[in-house]
């Protein structure tokens, strides 16, 4: 009878989530059915009738199974079942509750689906279409509690094929990365199976794989160059990343990176022509054609790694990008977080030196193009306001050591840099102009601009320079000058040999 309730009541092929006909308030015999199937609808009133017509026992066993520990939607009424459930129990002696639905014995209905699948697997050889058939008209809460089974699920890898095991994961709703996971488990990866499953994720599951980085890595591993790539185009995975792919290994995936690139959108082309590491190689590892062609996607007009030397020695190195609408000057920095940092104290810290460079180096000056002497207006001609940012990359070669809690000199050298959170001896905080001031060096190789005896030849600056001496001529009135930018007449000429190329105030 509970039986016939059930197959005619449950739409078994549906989850329960997607279309709810439980109407919690008027619990029906048909609805009664659908709970059976899917506990974690049950209402109060439909416990009661549970307990009376299938006993206790079943019931308890019902909700237990019916409470995965990962239920995002249907939180409540798997609790409120329970609470139900307890506070039947303590009046259970005066509850009188007519039953609704007659029983006739049947024992094998009180088997979770966990120990009928254990049963379909005992004996000669698995039932393996019993298995499916069972998994797939299973309610969410049956299937949750299969996948918890650790025991249950390594004795049905242990007895399944890979395709068999990838359906039965599907059956069950299982993670993506559970399945990805059964897809490259065995001799070799089900490549296709791996690439249409990534494609079909929902874009919550997507991103949870793109979080987990050792099942990213051991997907970079098991698959092609080519295949790894569509799966993280399939995941959304950001631009760099898949171009990062596509020039690892032997060679590159020259039509990769142009498929890729073309694909993108602005502000993703964007941070890829303003990422000096993936720039970095994509201008060594590229030949000049090909570079162009990528360039042209991204929307550059010309980009170039550039190195700036010190009067003390020290050599930078940033890149140079030049857009229709400006040039950018990035360099990739890999933040290190050492001494103790107050709560959010190192990210704090590592903003306001990313924030001091745009206040006190970007938008100050223009790269200005103009044709030669007599020469014809062309394209390249125009106004670039220089942009100049430091990108927080844990992936940098460049590392800046962050002192939380520390006072010190803060300074830079061509190998790495030190900056004190508490600024020097006499102070509660270092300045934001000292961290511009150590960015001019670390980004755009200014020199100095104070005396120094130990440093022969230095040039010493009375014009509140950002690099001279603020300290005595006024830290408000201290400021990058177009001497600093000089270097990119040199660099743009190299571009645009029959141009004029100047420096001048935006
Ligand atoms: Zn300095």
């Known amino acids: 009878?509970?039986?016939?309730?059930?197959?005619?009541?449950?739409?078994?092929?549906?989850?329960?989530?997607?279309?709810?006909?439980?109407?919690?308030?008027?619990?029906?015999?048909?609805?009664?059915?659908?709970?059976?199937?899917?506990?974690?609808?049950?209402?109060?009133?439909?416990?009661?009738?549970?307990?009376?017509?299938?006993?206790?026992?079943?019931?308890?066993?019902?909700?237990?199974?019916?409470?995965?520990?990962?239920?995002?939607?249907?939180?409540?009424?798997?609790?409120?079942?329970?609470?139900?459930?307890?506070?039947?129990?303590?009046?259970?002696?005066?509850?009188?509750?007519?039953?609704?639905?007659?029983?006739?014995?049947?024992?094998?209905e009180e088997k979770t689906l966990s120990?009928?699948?254990?049963?379909?697997?005992?004996?000669?050889?698995?039932?393996?279409?019993?298995?499916?058939?069972?998994?797939?008209?299973?309610?969410?809460?049956?299937?949750?509690?299969?996948l918890n089974d650790t025991t249950l699920m390594s004795r049905l890898s242990g007895e399944?094929?890979?395709?068999?095991?990838?359906?039965?994961?599907?059956?069950?709703?299982?993670?993506?990365?559970?399945?990805?996971?059964?897809?490259?488990?065995?001799?070799?990866?089900?490549?296709?199976?791996?690439?249409?499953?990534?494609?079909?994720a929902s874009d919550e599951e997507k991103q949870a794989v793109l979080d987990d980085s050792s099942l990213i890595s051991r997907l970079s591993s098991e698959l092609s160059r080519e295949s790894m790539v569509r799966v993280l185009t399939n995941i959304n995975a950001p631009l760099s990343q898949r171009i990062t792919v596509a020039l690892n290994g032997w060679g590159e995936d020259f039509q990769g990176i142009l498929d890729i690139t073309a694909g993108a959108t602005a502000a993703e082309k964007r941070e890829v022509a303003t990422d000096q590491t993936l720039m970095t190689r994509l201008i060594d590892d590229l030949s000049d054609e090909q570079m162009q062609q990528v360039s042209a996607n991204l929307g550059i007009q010309n980009a170039a790694v550039f190195t700036n030397s010190t009067d003390t020695g020290n050599e930078y190195t940033s890149l140079a990008t030049l857009f229709p609408n400006g040039l950018t000057i990035a360099k990739d920095v890999k933040f290190i977080e050492e001494g103790t940092f107050g709560e959010g104290g190192f990210d704090a810290l590592n903003g306001r030196l990313i924030a001091a460079v745009t206040s006190y180096l970007s938008n100050k000056f223009k790269v200005k193009i103009t044709p030669g002497t007599g020469?014809?207006?062309?394209?390249?001609?125009?106004?670039?306001?220089?942009?100049?940012?430091?990108?927080?990359?844990?992936?940098?070669?460049?590392?800046?050591?962050?002192?939380?809690?520390?006072?010190?000199?803060?300074?830079?050298?061509?190998?790495?840099?030190?900056?004190?959170?508490?600024?020097?001896?006499?102070?509660?905080?270092?300045?934001?102009?000292?961290?511009?001031?150590?960015?001019?060096?670390?980004?755009?190789?200014?020199?100095?601009?104070?005396?120094?005896?130990?440093?022969?030849?230095?040039?010493?600056s009375d014009d509140n320079s950002l690099l001279g001496n603020y300290y005595t001529q006024g830290v408000d009135e201290a400021e990058i000058k177009a001497r600093h930018f000089q270097f990119l007449v040199q660099l743009v000429s190299t571009w645009y040999p029959d141009r004029n190329v100047s420096i001048k105030q935006v």
């Open 160 to 200: 399944l094929n890979r395709g068999q095991m990838l359906q039965l994961l599907g059956n069950l709703n299982a993670l993506l990365r559970l399945r990805l996971t059964a897809a490259m488990d065995g001799w070799g990866a089900d490549v296709q199976t791996i690439i249409s499953l990534t494609r079909n």
């Open 375 to 460: 020469g014809e207006a062309n394209d390249a001609d125009g106004d670039y306001p220089i942009e100049v940012k430091v990108n927080n990359d844990s992936s940098a070669n460049y590392p800046m050591h962050m002192h939380g809690g520390l006072s010190g000199r803060s300074a830079v050298n061509e190998s790495e840099g030190n900056i004190y959170e508490l600024g020097q001896a006499s102070q509660a905080s270092i300045d934001d102009i000292t961290l511009a001031h150590e960015s001019a060096h670390m980004v755009l190789g200014a020199s100095d601009e104070y005396a120094n005896a130990s440093v022969s030849g230095r040039v010493v």
């Open 115 to 146: 120990e009928r699948i254990n049963e379909a697997l005992d004996g000669w050889g698995a039932d393996v279409n019993q298995i499916m058939e069972m998994t797939q008209t299973a309610s969410a809460a049956e299937k949750q509690t299969v």
């Open 1 to 108: 009878m509970v039986k016939q309730a059930k197959s005619q009541t449950t739409p078994s092929t549906k989850a329960p989530n997607r279309s709810p006909t439980i109407q919690p308030s008027n619990p029906q015999n048909a609805d009664l059915g659908v709970a059976i199937e899917h506990p974690e609808l049950l209402t109060p009133g439909m416990i009661l009738q549970l307990q009376a017509t299938h006993g206790n026992q079943f019931v308890q066993r019902m909700l237990k199974n019916s409470r995965p520990p990962i239920q995002r939607e249907d939180d409540e009424s798997a609790d409120v079942a329970a609470q139900a459930l307890v506070q039947h129990e303590s009046q259970s002696a005066e509850a009188t509750v007519q039953p609704l639905i007659q029983r006739e014995g049947d024992e094998t």
